[in-house]
């Protein structure tokens, strides 16, 4: 168990401006057009999850559900806006439950790779690299089943657009259709697992050290 400490007033209000920070950069992220998502074939591979897992590292349990939120928040929003493959994320249970449990997990996950492997740039790698996988493997399967409900769904196709409703219209085109988007799909997952455990990671390593978390001040496990 990770020890806990009463925080005083003044380190709650660093966290509270922490997060907050955080939040800011998703949602900048987010909306700011091929930064957050970067469009590959009608299908966005995504940067914001490296915010979170930074946040979630440095700031405990509940700063990663709060962050994890606000990446499923900012997912749902810009898909019911954009067109595309996008769309598929305006269901909550493809925007926003995935990011809910990636949130909530990588305090913990982090932590036990910093006990077992004790080097914390290699722990911070590692974990996030593993989170990172985790994520794409929570949102694909979910992704790729909720395709056919936008297709057999007219007024939801229209929304997509017609050059991708038509490449998944019938049968055959349909099953293409899916091969290539998990093909897209699996590439993403490992470039943006890639530059977690490499970017993402070296800057949670730096920013730990900057404020001293690991040693002046507990981290929250709640």
């Known amino acids: 168990m990770t020890e806990k400490r009463v925080m005083s007033k003044r380190d709650k209000t660093r966290e509270m401006t922490i997060i907050a920070m955080f939040m800011a950069i998703i949602v900048v992220m987010g909306f700011v057009p091929q930064i957050g998502f970067i469009t590959i074939f009608a299908v966005s591979a995504t940067l914001i999850h490296i915010p979170v897992l930074i946040g979630g590292a440095l700031l405990g349990r509940r700063a990663?559900?709060?962050?994890g939120l606000t990446f499923g928040a900012v997912s749902l929003i810009?898909?019911?806006?954009?067109?595309?493959?996008?769309?598929?994320?305006?269901?909550?249970?493809?925007?926003?439950?995935?990011?809910?449990?990636?949130?909530l997990l990588i305090y913990d996950v982090y932590h036990f790779f910093n006990?077992?492997?004790?080097?914390?740039?290699?722990?911070?790698?590692?974990?996030?690299l593993l989170l990172s996988l985790l994520h794409s493997v929570m949102v694909l399967p979910m992704m790729v089943t909720t395709f056919p409900i936008i297709v057999n769904?007219?007024?939801l196709g229209?929304?997509?657009?017609?050059?991708y409703l038509t490449l998944m219209q019938d049968t055959n085109s349909l099953s293409l259709?899916?091969?290539?988007?998990?093909?897209?799909?699996?590439?993403?997952s490992l470039v943006e697992a890639a530059l977690a455990a490499?970017?993402?990671?070296?800057?949670?390593?730096?920013?730990i050290q900057y404020l001293k978390f690991n040693n002046n001040t507990v981290m929250r496990s709640e």
Not at 117 to 126: N, P
Not at 177 to 188: D, F, M, P, Q, S
């Open 177 to 188: 259709a899916l091969k290539l988007i998990w093909g897209v799909l699996i590439t993403n």
């Open 78 to 103: 810009r898909g019911a806006t954009s067109g595309g493959f996008d769309f598929v994320f305006v269901f909550p249970w493809v925007s926003i439950l995935p990011r809910f449990i990636f949130g």
């Open 64 to 67: 990663g559900i709060i962050l």
């Open 158 to 163: 229209e929304i997509v657009g017609g050059d």
């Open 115 to 128: 006990k077992l492997i004790k080097a914390r740039i290699v722990a911070l790698s590692v974990s996030f």
């Open 153 to 155: 769904n007219a007024s």
């Open 198 to 207: 490499s970017v993402g990671a070296i800057v949670a390593d730096r920013l």
